[in-house]
């Protein structure tokens, strides 16, 4: 009742839109009655915990009329991430949900369907693993930078506030035909060259896109791939130093890998532009920003790494140790 779909969370639904005897579809359920379907949603996630987002305004399907009712189809498009109300606080990770209400010749709704973008496997897998970090994806809340390309506009709209788990295969093909284009365009004319001011920050890791062999991130140690770890990279000047940091048990345990940070051409803002990474140590710290709670670890090394891309808020990277996995990183702070 909200007029933003969220009653898929609280169950907080307008009756007076809905059939007493409406049938609610999804891939794992299938129940019929207005009531008995909004006490379900009512303990089955935690509001306080779980988020939606609107990706396509309910819109009438004209041209669809349903033949047994008499009645119109109306389709809309939605993005949850649910944590549910059980004592191990499972998370539904990020997933979309296509729904399509059909609505009778007196305007109620006799029919909610739904199709998800995930399986109902996994969702059901989700639904019993036991979750120990409850953060949501890190999110950006900077505006289109000037003179953005087009392509790091939808990257942006694709990638902030999601974890690569919740992506669609579709979204995928898309994402990667967005980095093709700008790692293309640039190395060909140089469109958009280095600007070195941007760099320094903190950037969330978003997307992974393997190299030509299937390589990833080349990492000194490598980090759980569990749904609710994230990675981030934090750029400083004067000096100039890097900072890995990779979540181990979510917020709970990380480890930060850091080292000076070198340009191999500094005269030179063509891209891609090479850098050099000095790592000279590392930490396994429990919790974030506690410098007390971090234990040495004995890391050293050099990383090579390019930059594709640089913009205000998005930044497009590949590494080259690893095998030329390109990575996505979005500006935290």
């Known amino acids: 009742s ?50 939606l987002e609107v990706i396509e305004p309910l819109t009438v399907d004209a041209s669809s009329i349903d033949g047994g009712d008499g009645g119109t189809i109306i389709r809309g498009r939605i993005r949850s991430r649910g944590v549910l109300q059980l004592p191990w606080k499972p998370v539904i990770s990020s997933y979309e949900s296509s729904i399509v209400y ?52 939808r990257l942006f709209q694709l990638l902030n506030g999601r974890r690569p788990t919740s992506l669609t295969i579709n979204e995928k093909i898309e994402i990667d035909a967005c980095i093709g284009t700008l790692a293309t365009v640039n190395a060909a004319a140089n469109r958009y060259p280095w ?68 340009e191999a051409q500094p005269d030179s803002l063509e891209v891609p532009k090479r850098f050099v990474a000095g790592i000279t140590g590392g930490k396994l710290c429990a919790g974030k920003d506690s410098e007390s709670k971090c234990l040495p670890l004995p890391i050293k090394g050099e990383g090579l790494f390019d930059g594709v891309y640089l913009g205000e808020r998005l930044r497009i990277g590949q590494n080259v140790n690893g095998g030329g996995a390109r990575v996505v990183q979005i500006r935290i702070r």
């Open 2 to 51: 909200s007029g933003k779909g969220s009653y898929f969370l609280t169950g907080d639904v307008s009756y007076e839109l809905f059939r007493d005897d409406c049938v609610f579809v999804d891939p794992t359920n299938s129940v019929t009655g207005v009531t008995k379907y909004t006490g379900a949603l009512k303990v089955l996630f935690d509001p306080d915990l779980s988020t």
């Open 195 to 262: 600007n070195r001011k941007l760099l320094p920050g903190t950037w969330a890791l978003v997307y992974l896109q393997p190299g030509p062999q299937g390589g990833g991130v080349d990492r000194r140690i490598p980090f759980p791939e569990l749904h609710f770890n994230d990675s981030y990279q934090v750029f400083s000047e004067n000096p100039s130093t890097i900072t890995n940091i990779g979540e181990l048990l979510g917020s709970l345990l990380e480890v930060r890998v850091s080292g000076g940070l070198t």
């Open 102 to 153: 059909r609505v009778d010749g007196d305007g109620l709704i006799y029919e909610q369907s739904q199709q998800w973008s995930i399986s109902a496997g996994r969702a059901l897998r989700e639904t019993f693993t036991p979750n120990i970090d409850l953060h949501p994806p890190p999110i950006s809340n900077l505006g289109i930078g000037e003179d953005e390309p087009t392509e790091v506009t």
